[in-house]
Each structure stands twice: as structure tokens, then as C-alpha cells.
């Protein structure tokens, strides 16, 4: 299940550096768009905005993984809270395929809304690479060689049209070599190709290659040291229906934690509630912004034609609830005018 629209498109009135808590309690009131902070929501509106780390297991695809999770969600929301909506869907972090294992991020309902986010972060992979003859001597500096921005076509398979374009390979590594196999590392740009990657390695060596056994360890912000298992999920939500959380909480993580590799804007409650019916961030309205989000000015020496997007930012109040994704287009410090840009209101 993907996303849903943008839903950003209506005016409002500027925003204002007012602050008051919606309820007495944290959490959200009476008509009030915020939720309570990460730390204090009840299971169900973990479950309704949530990410799993997922272990994904070889033979299901990525979509039918999706399926099975929101599934089990929706049950155990109808068990504790039959009179609420069901999470109108789940979103993972990008396709693997039914015998790739490893780390597929999964959002949960109306944090579906923050998908993109994955686009914005590099991925990890190890993969086997299993050489059609004897490696060369000079095998790993071959493969060194493409630890840069390289060209790739999508294969004929893929969900995305089939031209050729570039990627960025961070870190390549060669983790051992043993006759015909060798066991890479990938640190790379998302919508990298590793089984084309090995393909290429494989025609640069001279030998031949192909891709055997693939596993995700790193999908930005999330890694394989906390992965979980659909079992685990299937147990934490059976332990929840029966009054005990703990495992749920460990499980399903608040959907801010998403965005934690992503440049930051603290904005004001009241804008914060302003943003909920499409208003910009306006610039009374913002407390603190990080340095990463604000591109940097220009210059005699910038690249004639350099017209790149500034970075996809947060927002967030000062209590860590997540308000949108936009990009900074105005001056923090201004007395002013609208700062961030929306692109996804996570309200």
C-alpha cells in the first residue's frame, strides 16, 4: 500500500509563535490536529502512526509482507479500539525481492504519508557475488574502481522505466574472497541496482558474474541491529490485546523515528496546528532551525546551472511530534514571510 496524496493545498492565515498545550495531559483534545507526544500516545495511535524495523524473510514479496502486517494491525485495532478507524494501509521502504532477506522499514498508517523519507537516506547491502571463473589478481582494485557515481539501466523487471541514469556507490567493499565467491559490502544511493552492480563487477573483472544471496543491513535512518521479525510483531500485538504493551512498544516504534536522519525545524504548536490545514511554516512560528537545512548561498564559484533542490526537512514541535516534510524557501531569521515549503502534511 503506498501513501496517501499530498494534501497541502489549501490557504490559511499566517502563523504565530504562540505556544499552548493542547490538553492537560500532553495529548491531543477536542478538535486540537496534534497528537501527544511520541513517548505518551495509547497502542492504538502507535499502531495508526508507527514504523517496524522488519527482517524481511526470503519467499514473500515485499507487497504480500505489507499485506500480512496491516492485516494484523487492523485486528487487534479492532479489538481495542473498535470504534476507531483501521490504519487505511501500511508503506515499507522500498522494494526487495521475494528471496532478498533484511532491513524493510514499514510505516504504518497515516505515517504512510512520510515514504519518501527513505528516498532521502542511502541503503547497505551484502551481497555474494558469485564470479563465472577465477578472480584476477588485481580483483579488488577493479572493484574499487566502481566506488563512485556510476551509470545504471533498470532492469526489465522493474516497476520504473528503463533508462539509463546515474547512481552513487558511498562504499564498496570486499568482506573475502573464497574460489569463485566473494562477499561485498554495498553502502549506496537508494535506487541503486546491486544486482545490475554485480553484473557490471562481474563484466570489469573479465570472468564474468552474477548476484546470489542479497541481504538489506541498513535501510537510513534504521540498521540490522535492532530488526524485527513478523513473528515478532504477531506476539507483541497478541501480548497488547491481553493488557501488556511492553513488547508492542519495543516493536512498533513512534513514526518520528523515521525521520531521524532527515535536517530538522522546531516550529511553534499554534503553527504547528496552522501547517494541519495546508499553511506554510511561516517565520514567526519557528524556534530553531538546523544548520543542514539551509542551503548553502550562493557564490562566484557555484556551478553555472546547479538548480538542486534544497534538502527535504522536518518539522517538529518542541515536544518531538512530527507536523510535515517541506524544504526551507525562506529566511529563518526574517521577521516574516514563509520559511519551509510544504510537501507532506504528517497531521
Known amino acids: 500500500m503506498t501513501g496517501t496524496p499530498d494534501d497541502t493545498g489549501r490557504d490559511a492565515p499566517g502563523n504565530g509563535p504562540a505556544d499552548a498545550p493542547a490538553g492537560g495531559d500532553g495529548s491531543a483534545s477536542g478538535d486540537d490536529p ?8 495509547s497502542v492504538p495511535e502507535l499502531l495508526r502512526f508507527g514504523v517496524v524495523n522488519l527482517d ?5 514479496s515485499s507487497h504480500q509482507v505489507s499485506a500480512w502486517i496491516r492485516d494484523a494491525i487492523d485486528e487487534t485495532l479492532a479489538a481495542l479500539d473498535p470504534e476507531g478507524p483501521p490504519t487505511g494501509g501500511v508503506a515499507h521502504s522500498g522494494t526487495l525481492d521475494p528471496k532478498v532477506t533484511g532491513c524493510l522499514p514499514t510505516l504504518t498508517g497515516d505515517a504512510t504519508r512520510m515514504a519518501q523519507v527513505f528516498l532521502e537516506g542511502a541503503k547497505e547491502y551484502v551481497a555474494v557475488l558469485e564470479l563465472h ?55 549506496c544511493e537508494s535506487g541503486t541496482y546491486v544486482r545490475k552492480l554485480c553484473h557490471d563487477l562481474g563484466l570489469a573483472t573479465g570472468v564474468g ?16 541491529r535492532d530488526l524485527r521479525t513478523l513473528q515478532d510483531l504477531v506476539d507483541a500485538l497478541a501480548w497488547a ?4 504493551d511492553a513488547l508492542l512498544r519495543d516493536v512498533v516504534r513512534p513514526a518520528e523515528d523515521a525521520l531521524a536522519h532527515l535536517p530538522a525545524v522546531t516550529v511553534a504548536r499554534s503553527a504547528a496546528r496552522n501547517v494541519a490545514t495546508g499553511a506554510p511554516v511561516y517565520a514567526p512560528g519557528v524556534i530553531d532551525v538546523d544548520d543542514a537545512a539551509v542551503p548553502p548561498a550562493g557564490d562566484d564559484e557555484a556551478t553555472p546551472g546547479d538548480d538542486a533542490d534544497p534538502p527535504l526537512v522536518a518539522c517538529f514541535t518542541p515536544d518531538s511530534v512530527a507536523v510535515c ?3 526551507v524557501a525562506g529566511d529563518p531569521d526574517a ?12 497531521l
Open 34 to 41: 496534534l497528537r501527544a507526544p511520541p513517548g505518551e500516545r
Open 56 to 60: 524481511k524473510p526470503a519467499g514473500p
Open 133 to 187: 571463473g577465477s578472480p584476477p589478481a588485481d580483483f579488488r582494485e577493479v572493484v574499487a574502481e566502481f566506488e563512485s557515481e556510476i551509470y545504471q539501466k533498470p532492469p526489465r523487471k522493474s516497476a520504473v522505466s528503463r533508462r539509463l541514469r546515474t547512481r552513487t556507490v558511498h562504499d564498496l567493499d570486499v568482506l573475502e574472497v573464497a574460489d569463485r565467491k566473494a562477499l561485498i559490502r554495498v553502502r
Open 209 to 224: 558474474a552474477h548476484m546470489g544471496h542479497l541481504r538489506r543491513t541498513a535501510t537510513d535512518p534504521f540498521d540490522d
Open 241 to 244: 490485546e491481553d493488557g501488556d
Open 325 to 327: 516534510l517541506g524544504r
Open 335 to 346: 521577521e516574516s514571510g514563509a520559511v519551509v515549503s510544504l510537501e507532506r502534511v504528517l
